[in-house]
């Protein structure tokens, strides 16, 4: 069976680890290199001794240039702003490119400096990303050589809200956002925060309005406005959201509520009907009507599990999403999209269910 050689850069990172233990069980991956700086010359199983015996690479220290020689399919695991250059050396290359960071999902470059402090140093690069949601981006992964993988907060809150934008069921300026996230979404590098006695039996707000994810989660629900509706689009109104992140002592998962006040008078059954018929086919997405979403039913899976109700009283859709931030937030929903890319079926290598507990 043929394969395709792959590389991961930041491989040494939280995603990027969830990357190569994923890609060491695909049937058609080859890993080629997997990088790092501070950890160049050691055995990734060093670091990762659950990767023992599975992967016997060891990190490298590569340059763009170096690192696009060495795979057909570059992920990059790297921090916001440290993505530009790989992915336009993997470009130029002919590569594919599946970026997890920010770089290139913001369409508007004044955008991504306004929330990144830094100027985009490849804006031209930026239409040829697609954001690598595949329930709602499918047909355009498949045909792109860039895919900007969508941050943890986002695909949560994305997938929970997508079918009340697009069937104009919600109010655009009336979506507030409760997300609560574990610390592994803050990556792996030693903070105050993220330190045991500090983090461990608290539960804290952070960012309240402020957070990066908040023009990511805007553009593409506006991208979405009325498009299952009958009128014509015309004019669209921008979606805004309040979003408010919360750190809990989890090492992993996100819960993530969302409140819309609702325009029409749809009762609970047809609501669920509109979110079946919307995800209908979607092997990621569960739809729970008799459960609550938890990210522990989630935990290490490539699922979205989403629950809706109303509040009919108050006047509210109420959706809960649960996802792992790791996987579908990230090394599970950047390999769909490669799976997509180069053709092979969506859920290759990410079939496995979740761990419990
Ligand atoms: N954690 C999460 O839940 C999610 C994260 N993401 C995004 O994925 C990316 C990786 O996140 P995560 O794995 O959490 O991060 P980590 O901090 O755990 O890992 C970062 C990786 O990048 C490398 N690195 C750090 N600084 C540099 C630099 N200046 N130049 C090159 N490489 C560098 C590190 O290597 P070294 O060993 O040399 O330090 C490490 O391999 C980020 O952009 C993040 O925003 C996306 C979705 C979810
Ligand atoms: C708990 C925590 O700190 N989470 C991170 C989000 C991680 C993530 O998925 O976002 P990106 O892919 O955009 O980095 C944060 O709030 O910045």
């Known amino acids: 069976m ?34 790092s700086e501070k950890s160049a010359g050691a055995a990734i199983s060093a670091v990762y001794p659950h990767l023992q015996g599975i992967v016997p690479l060891s990190f490298e220290a590569l340059a763009p240039e170096a690192l696009t020689e060495r795979a057909d399919v570059l992920f990059l695991a790297l921090p916001h702003t440290k993505s530009m250059d790989p992915v336009a050396s993997g470009l130029k ?3 594919r490119v599946v970026d997890l960071s920010a770089d290139f999902r913001l369409k508007d470059p004044g955008t991504y400096e306004t929330w990144y402090q830094t100027a985009h140093a490849h804006p031209q690069l930026i239409k040829d990303a697609v954001y690598g949601l595949p329930e709602l981006h499918r047909s355009a992964i498949k045909q792109t050589r860039l895919v900007a993988s969508p941050g943890c907060y986002p695909t949560a809150a994305i997938l929970q809200l997508a079918p009340l934008i697009a069937h104009g069921l919600v109010a655009a300026d009336s979506i507030v956002i409760d997300a609560k996230s574990g610390i592994s979404g803050a990556g792996r590098s030693p903070a105050l925060p993220y330190h045991f006695p500090e983090a461990h039996e608290s539960l804290e707000p952070y960012k309240i309005g402020q957070h990066r994810h908040i023009p990511e989660i805007e553009q593409e629900l506006t991208g979405l406005v009325g498009t299952r509706t009958q009128a014509t689009r015309g004019e669209v109104a921008p979606v805004t959201v309040a979003f408010t992140p919360h750190l809990v002592p989890m090492n992993r998962g996100i819960l993530s509520t969302a409140y819309a006040r609702m325009k029409g008078q749809l009762d609970i059954a047809e609501l669920r009907t509109l979110y079946r018929d919307f995800y209908k086919g979607e092997r990621f997405v569960r739809l729970l009507e008799g459960a609550m979403p938890n ?50 079926p969506e859920e290759t290598g990410l079939v496995a269910p979740g761990i419990y507990p």
């Open 2 to 35: 043929t394969s395709v050689r792959v590389a991961v850069a930041g491989a040494s990172g939280y995603t990027g680890a969830e990357l190569v233990r994923l890609l060491s069980q695909h049937p058609h991956v080859q890993l080629t290199a997997v990088t």
């Open 93 to 95: 290359a002919g590569k």
């Open 295 to 344: 990210p522990r039913h989630v935990r290490g899976a490539n699922y979205c599990d989403i629950a809706v109700h109303l509040d009919r009283r108050a006047g509210w859709v109420v959706t809960v999403a649960a996802i792992d931030n790791l996987i579908k937030g990230a090394a599970g929903q950047a390999i769909q999209a490669m799976n997509l890319m180069l053709g092979y």
